[in-house]
């Protein structure tokens, strides 16, 4: 079905303990980016920068998973010719999630390597759409550790998979079927690590839903919890293609009455032009009938 992307929002924040924000984020509908930089000295803010800028030039090529996972591997070899050739940052990377709305086809691509992750919030319940390639998810997966000894784990942001380390990288990617008023989240390990997915979704259903609202709350959160890394989140929502049709409008006015604004001239007009043309139609045959039963009786009497 065709949605189209409505409120969008991105936000980013030093957070309380580090000193520089290595995190950085692509808001620009229909594609939406985060990245999570790490290394020595400004290195984690190179790569992560060098990720966004590589994955919005690549964004008028994107299509499908295959395409969103090209553009991914693109910005991969980027980051990694830079850390090659240049010893400053030599050993940068990056986590890269990225989501990109096809809006004829209803559906969201998103692609991803390293933790940073993408949820879905669809009535009112909170799914993580990603597998974090990190240490604690692996061994999470494997069975030998659970998500509370994961979230409290010294090596919980060891990741196992991240853009420019390698010359090479696999993409994970996955297509989302979306439903009007689905919100998608991407955020960095500075909000997953510190809150709770339960609170997550506490804090958007807080915001109703509105992205801008939501974005900054999940920040506050992050910080309140002791804001111990970069915190970085996107949101988008999705909503209908089309204004709803006149019947749509009339079926909603029974249960709350809408402003007058609400309701056009011309939809009150067509509704009244209706009921008062199907009333003399109706008076028309009861008249036939009537006069046939007549004719039928009298023919019958005389
Ligand atoms: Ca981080």
Redesign the pocket.
């Known amino acids: 079905m065709p949605l189209v992307v409505g409120r969008s929002a991105g936000l980013t924040d030093t957070g309380r303990k580090r000193r520089q924000n290595?995190?950085a984020l692509v808001c620009d509908p229909p594609l939406f980016a985060i990245a999570?930089g790490?290394g020595g000295a400004q290195a984690g803010e190179v790569a992560s920068r060098l990720a966004a800028a590589a994955i919005e030039e690549g964004a008028a090529a994107i299509q499908g998973e295959e395409g969103v996972a090209t553009v991914v591997r693109a910005a991969n070899a980027r980051i990694f010719e830079r850390a090659v050739h240049d010893p400053a940052v030599a050993g940068m990377g990056t986590t890269a999630t990225v989501a990109v709305v096809d809006e004829r086809a209803g559906t969201v691509t998103i692609a991803h390597v390293g933790d940073s992750r993408a949820y879905l919030y669809r009535d009112g319940e909170l799914e993580q759409l990603t597998t974090d390639h990190s240490l604690v998810g692996e061994l999470v997966r494997s069975g030998r550790l659970t998500e509370d000894e994961a979230a409290v784990h010294p090596h919980r942001?060891v990741i196992t998979r991240a853009l420019g380390t390698d010359a090479e990288v696999e993409v994970d990617t996955l297509t989302l079927e979306a439903a009007v008023g689905d919100l998608v989240l991407l955020c960095?390990?500075?909000l997953s690590a510190m809150v709770r997915d339960d609170e997550i979704a506490q804090v958007l259903r807080s915001a109703e839903g509105v992205p801008r609202a939501a974005a900054e709350a999940l920040v506050s959160a992050a910080n309140a919890a002791g804001g111990e890394?970069?915190v970085t989140v996107v949101l988008f929502e999705l909503v209908s293609e089309a204004l709803p049709p006149p019947e749509a409008t009339a079926v909603t006015s029974t249960t709350s009455p809408p402003e007058p604004d609400e309701v056009t001239v011309e939809d009150v007009r067509r509704h009244g032009a209706g009921k008062g043309s199907r009333w003399p139609a109706l008076l028309l045959v009861l008249a036939i009938i009537a006069v046939t039963a007549f004719a039928l009786w009298w023919s019958l009497v005389r």
Do not use: L, P, Q, R
């Open positions: 290595e995190d999570d790490m942001s960095s390990d500075g890394d970069n």
